[in-house]
């Protein structure tokens, strides 16, 4: 089996324990890596029901066979657990040296259970697993303690870390790496906190066997320099994704108070233009020759990367028309270890509730110094609004009030785009794998140049067609999906890479049918999670946030919009019958069995009455 380590390692923390999970060349084809790894081994091997932040769940780190190789933006992994946030499937995508090096210390994924007795780290290096005491690290912010570790273990090492957010089990809490690279907004970072690991670092020289080596790395030098000769490439390597400032300004999406308006008086203060006149470098993932993080010094002078989605939430949902001070509230995010677009929903929620007088804390759009102080209050869990904040947009609204106020799905804070006037994004929010989140089905840039009011099939269509590609294809090789969506690097140079490197001959249509695999199974477990903590499944989960309906745009070019709730419901069924789920948004039992899953099908059944 070349292309694949072929082993996964498991990590108990509790027993200081490993053992190493061989897997053939079926299971590589049935779910390629990444996320199709994780969504696997959390449905083979956590107990239903589960709580997310026992010993007994499971933190999953996987990469795909492109993973680490030469090639476009292949230094990607995921992260994944069940989550405390939602009690679903989350996981998170993160470009790191840990990509790498995980890949060449011999194993294509690590899987961790227990927790460990006092603050620890964990070394895996060329087959080898050491457990080191992490007390010197804990309540050090993240990138203070990835500094220390990367002088104990080198720079050729890759590292995985949490923060004071993540320690204090914040449901927010991400991991991070590369002072910067944050992944697993479902309180992935949560998860590592209540095993007591601080960090887990990577170590290696084993480079994965190849096919034919020579081969792939022609073209992989043939796509890098394809990458460079695209029209976009040019502008892209100005601005990134601070540029979609700008766009979503212009098209009415732009999240403002609390995802109330689409448009903020104060965008060109925040926008890719105001960034590229502050800009004083780049960084970027391992492989990356399109770099996104554009830096900037904050209003301390501290450095401080930026994109769009951080900018978003961090800036006009709170009122904030100040790139320096946003680019502080995003490096104090980072250094917490907090998810950015979480946290500016949740202090978005806690504006919008002071002025409706649902709280006694008074907290003004735009007020930076309270917004730094809560954020502050929310990372150590301080008693009073801080603590309840910590547990999540959901929980905080249904705590205090003000349900209607409070943009998620699922439980999960929606990313940065409006949409009273995009019914595909709300769309594609609804039916993530994770909850409201763009990483699966970015449609709405197709959407507004498709007739952006429409509610019909070719938009459920889309969606599911992006899903299978974002949220399939590219988080299963683990690759990023940049390339392809900012510049037009086309598929084939990911399924040639592929083939290269393991001596398969797929086309697309391999890779479609395993993304919808993963789709049905991520769903599955979903289910079951929902079903075995005594809650009932329903369509109603597959809705966005309330407001979209209910509380029409006061301002902009589109003043007076707001979604349809019955057109939404009839899109959403569009979408059920294309992916082969029924009325409720669980998947059919035909469709399990089309999709190789009939064991899946049988233990599920056994939680819910499925149809055939």
């Not at 780190?61 to 230094?75: D, E, F, H, V, Y």
């Not at 029409?552 to 349809?564: H, M, N, S, V, Y």
């Amino acid at each position: 089996m070349k292309g694949w380590n072929g082993k996964i390692l498991w990590i108990d923390l509790t027993s200081k324990s490993v053992k190493i999970q061989e897997y053939d060349g079926d299971f590589a084809k049935t779910y390629i890596g990444g996320r199709g790894f994780a969504v696997r081994l959390l449905w083979d091997h956590l107990a239903p029901g589960t709580d997310p932040l026992s010993p007994d769940n499971i933190l999953v780190i996987a990469t795909g066979p492109l993973t680490g190789l030469p090639g476009p933006s292949t230094g990607k992994l995921v992260v994944a657990a069940k989550s405390p946030l939602t009690h679903g499937y989350g996981d998170g995508n993160i470009g790191s040296k840990a990509a790498v090096y995980l890949r060449y210390s011999g194993y294509d994924a690590v899987a961790i259970t227990g927790k460990a007795e006092k603050p620890t780290y964990v070394h895996v290096s060329d087959g080898k697993v050491e457990f080191l005491a992490a007390d010197d690290l804990w309540g050090k912010d993240t990138f203070t303690s990835e500094r220390s570790l990367v002088k104990r273990h080198g720079r050729n090492s890759g590292i995985l870390v949490i923060g004071p957010a993540g320690e204090n089990l914040v449901k927010l809490a991400t991991i991070i790496s590369q002072e910067g690279r944050s992944g697993g907004r479902p309180g992935i970072g949560a998860v590592m906190g209540s095993k007591n690991l601080k960090a887990v670092v990577f170590t290696g020289e084993r480079a994965p066997e190849l096919y034919d080596e020579d081969k792939y790395r022609r073209l992989a030098a043939r796509a890098y320099a394809e990458i460079k000769e695209k029209p976009a490439y040019s502008f892209w390597m100005r601005q990134g994704t601070m540029m979609t400032v700008q766009w979503s300004q212009a098209n009415s999406v732009l999240p403002t108070y609390n995802f109330n308006e689409g448009v903020f008086d104060e965008s060109e203060k925040i926008d890719g233009n105001a960034m590229e006149r502050m800009k004083v470098g780049q960084r970027g993932c391992p492989n990356c020759n399109m770099t996104c993080g554009n830096y900037i010094y904050d209003d301390k002078g501290e450095v401080s990367e930026l994109d769009y989605e951080n900018v978003a939430m961090l800036g006009s949902n709170i009122g904030l028309g100040d790139l320096r001070r946003v680019a502080r509230l995003n490096r104090l995010a980072d250094m917490w270890g907090i998810d950015t677009i979480g946290l500016g929903s949740v202090l978005a929620f806690a504006a919008e509730a002071s002025e409706k007088k649902l709280i006694k804390e008074n907290v003004e759009w735009g007020d930076f110094d309270r917004f730094v102080s809560l954020s502050e209050d929310i990372v150590y869990r301080r008693p009073g609004l801080g603590e309840v904040l910590a547990e999540g947009v959901e929980h905080a609204s249904r705590t205090i009030g003000g349900e209607d106020l409070a943009v998620h799905v699922k439980g999960l804070s929606v990313s940065a785009y409006d949409c009273h006037t995009a019914p595909a994004m709300a769309l594609s929010y609804g039916v993530s794998s994770i909850g409201a989140h763009h990483k699966d089905a970015w449609v709405i840039s197709w959407e507004v140049s498709h007739g952006r009011f429409e509610y019909t099939r070719a938009k459920a269509e889309r969606v599911f067609e992006l899903q299978r590609i974002r949220g399939g294809l590219f988080e299963v090789l683990v690759s990023c999906r940049l390339p392809w969506v900012e510049v037009g690097l086309e598929l084939d140079w990911y399924i040639n890479l592929f083939n290269a490197a393991t001596g398969l001959k797929w086309r697309l249509e391999d890779f479609m049918v395993v993304s919808e695999r993963v789709l049905n199974l991520i769903r599955a477990f979903w289910v079951r999670e929902y079903v075995a903590e005594g809650k009932r499944w329903s369509r109603a989960l597959d809705y966005p946030p309330s407001k979209w309906f209910t509380r029409p745009l006061t301002k902009g070019p589109f003043k007076g919009a707001r979604l349809d709730a019955q057109r939404y419901d009839e899109m959403l069924g569009a979408y059920y019958n294309l992916i082969g789920w029924d009325h409720r948004g669980i998947p059919r039992a035909s469709t399990l069995e089309r999709l190789g899953l009939s064991d899946v099908r049988d233990k599920l059944g056994k939680w819910v009455d499925l149809t055939q």
